[in-house]
T-cell receptor, first 114, second 115 residues
Framework: SAVISQKPSRDICQRGTSLTIQCQVD?????MFWYRQQPGQSLTLIAT?????????ESGFVIDKFPISRPNLTFSTLTVSNMSPEDSSIYLC???????????FGQGTRLTVV | AQTVTQSQPEMSVQEAETVTLSCTYD???????LFWYKQPPSRQMILVIR??????QNATENRFSVNFQKAAKSFSLKISDSQLGDAAMYFC????????????FGKGTHLIIQP
């Protein structure tokens, strides 16, 4: 298994500001992902965080809005930029261990934008 | 692109009874994985069961089993002897094999356990 620490667990932010979410894994992993879960909805993949290179974004998500860093194999950050109330969601970090198939998830960050 | 469909927004079952949650998917890939995840109110995503597409045998984990029909692209979850702790959102998910893709999730089924 993998133990994932995600911070903060929740935050209330003013519109127009930015929030950076941190994801720390207890072991080196090749694949790290960021998901968004809007209120009452399912999870949607935002991007794959690539170590040493730019993140790979899914359709509908752009780097200017959701910049991602992945400085090493155990850590990543997701920034939600220039927030609006529509960005109010749970953001989840996920990893797949090298050679594995199962995805492990952090506990998520509940973001409320007012 | 792959899609995952869960047609039951909510299901209710009596404690100790059996319930089946439905999931269908669409993909042109031959190598892939299917999963059922549980999300209780704590919002922690918990893997319930997984199935490799190349395996014909249905996966089983204690009270949880799947009915994997590859030709029909169907992947249902059966929960036997339902317990109060099974109450949660259940998400069916797909992942392409051999690559570095993330998961594609269905919309979820809210499972209610009646005591």
């Amino acid at each position: 298994s993998a133990v994932i620490s995600q911070k903060p667990s929740r935050d209330i932010c003013q519109r127009g500001t930015s929030l950076t979410i941190q994801c720390q894994v207890d072991s080196q992993v090749t694949m790290m992902f960021w998901y968004r879960q809007q209120p009452g909805q399912s999870l949607t993949l935002i991007a794959t965080a690539n170590q040493g290179s730019e993140a790979t974004y899914e359709s509908g998500f752009v780097i200017d809005k959701f910049p991602i860093s992945r400085p090493n194999l155990t850590f990543s950050t997701l920034t939600v930029s220039n927030m609006s109330p529509e960005d109010s969601s749970i953001y989840l970090c996920s990893v797949v261990k090298t050679g594995g198939t199962e995805a492990f998830f952090g506990q998520g960050t509940r973001l409320t934008v007012v | 692109a792959q899609t995952v469909t869960q047609s039951q927004p909510e299901m209710s079952v009596q404690e100790a009874e059996t319930v089946t949650l439905s999931c269908t998917y669409d993909t042109s890939e031959s190598d892939y994985y299917l999963f059922w995840y549980k999300q209780p109110p704590s919002r922690q995503m918990i893997l319930v069961i997984r199935q490799e597409a190349y395996k014909q045998q249905n996966a089983t984990e204690n009270r949880f089993s799947v009915n994997f029909q590859k030709a029909a692209k169907s992947f249902s979850l059966k929960i036997s002897d339902s317990q109060l702790g099974d109450a949660a959102m259940y998400f069916c998910a797909y992942r392409r094999g051999g690559g570095a893709d993330g998961l594609t999730f269905g919309k979820g089924t809210h499972l209610i356990i009646q005591p």
